[in-house]
């Protein structure tokens, strides 16, 4: 077997270039292995060499990142790799994306294998971990023998196109893929093993996994209820008639703003319901089952509360994906933001 | 469904009248019934109020 043609890609720290003074330093490529590329040299064993350690500043790729990895990926492509080695990142961050952004160009524009590691909470990894193999690593760079081998143990898999175990075995982030196995056990005697186990107070490991909710701080309210303004927010499927924005009786990815200016509750004849999750008879009935406009705009009167916001926004909560949930969400916060809002009502079915 | 409120991670919930009309009840009189959306929003507002640290559920009716 030929011996494979091997890049790695280091940070202006790693690279041995310079410390935060150095961040700003534009790609270079050096011939051989610099640094942490030594171990991936020596993990290598005699299957592959280093031919270029490729190495960039942090704050380079931060700040441009597009332009930066271009030129990263031109640099790379020169060196005729046969499988690129990012990192380890551990827990820096923008190290991090940016061996999670190399490693994904380099997949999708040079048709080559690409592995980087790093700690579980540097951002990259819920960035990247869908398009790269990210080896779980430490967050400091102690083990760095050790990691690095990994690292080239699971690249070496890729470029021989030799089958992957599953995360937990191979030791890199779930990817978000199903795959088909033929298990042993039916799905009863798997189901009451895995009971017997959690009876007995034995570790266990279930089949499905949970998606990860990060935990959000809770934010203070910053003003007085009286001084502050208040926006209402549903995910029940309130929809002016004829759903003007196209929201989606399930499974959405849109949601619409709808202005409630001048009005003192909502009529129920200019409204309709397109969630297809509840039976939605009654809040079509009277649209303040859902989305209370009626005794808000009391409170804002006797001024409990100082402000009601003058625009409802409404999505169907579904179906709905996380990642799609998320972005609504993240969209709606900046806009209430912008407008000034305090605090939010989120009324849900 | 509360608990996937918490499970979720939202961080003040106040409990609602129903799937079907979180903020109505079909039972009351109208009166009644707007009666029963005012609580449920002063109580969301007393939550806006009160710092949490955690996801915290603020009692019912």
Do not use: W
């Amino acid at each position: 077997m030929k011996s494979l043609r091997v890049v790695c890609y280091l940070n202006q720290f790693f690279g041995q270039l310079g410390g935060e003074d150095k961040a700003g330093v534009g790609p270079q490529a050096v011939k051989g292995a610099v640094g942490p590329a030594r171990a991936v040299e020596q993990a290598l064993g005699g299957a592959g060499t280093v031919v270029a350690t490729v190495r960039c500043g942090d704050n380079y790729v931060a700040e441009q990142t597009d332009k930066a990895v271009a030129e990263l990926l031109a640099l790379v492509a020169a060196e005729r790799p046969d499988l690129v080695i990012a990192g380890p990142a551990f827990l820096a961050g923008r190290y991090g994306v940016a061996c999670g952004a190399l490693c994904a160009a380099v997949q999708a524009k040079l048709g080559i294998p690409a592995v980087t590691g790093m700690h579980g909470e540097n951002p990259g990894v819920d960035l990247y971990r869908r398009q790269v193999y990210i080896v779980e690593t430490g967050a400091e760079a102690g083990r760095m023998l050790a990691e690095v081998g990994r690292l080239v143990a699971l690249g070496l898999k890729l470029v021989r196109g030799e089958p992957l175990g599953t995360p937990a075995v191979e030791g890199y982030f779930a990817r978000g893929m199903t795959r088909h196995i033929v298990a042993e056990r039916n799905a009863a005697e798997r189901a009451v093993a895995m009971l017997s186990a959690k009876l007995a107070g034995r570790p266990f490991a279930s089949e499905v996994p949970l998606p990860d909710f990060p935990r959000i701080p809770a934010p203070r309210l910053l003003k007085t209820l009286e001084g502050a303004t208040i926006a209402l927010v549903t995910d029940g499927g309130l929809v002016p008639q004829g759903n003007p924005d196209g929201i989606e009786p399930l499974n959405a990815t849109r949601y619409g703003a709808y202005s409630i200016e001048g009005k003192a509750g909502l009529d129920a004849g200019q409204y309709d319901n397109v969630h297809r999750g509840y039976d939605t008879t009654y809040v079509k009935q009277d649209p303040h089952r859902l989305v209370p406009v009626d005794v808000a705009r009391e409170l804002e009167e006797q001024g409990a509360i100082g402000k009601l916001h003058e625009t409802v926004y409404s999505t169907t909560g579904v179906a709905t994906t996380l990642a799609h949930s998320a972005r609504m969400g993240r969209e709606i916060a900046e806009k209430l933001r912008q407008a000034g809002v305090d605090a939010v009502i989120l009324t849900s079915t | 469904m509360t608990p996937v409120a918490v499970m979720v991670g939202a961080n003040r919930i106040v409990p609602a009248a129903g799937i079907i009309h979180p903020l109505g009840n079909t039972e009351l009189s109208p009166d009644e019934e707007k009666a029963l959306r005012r609580r449920i929003v002063e109580k969301a507002l007393q939550a806006l109020r009160t710092e949490v640290v955690a996801p915290t559920v603020f009692g019912g009716e």
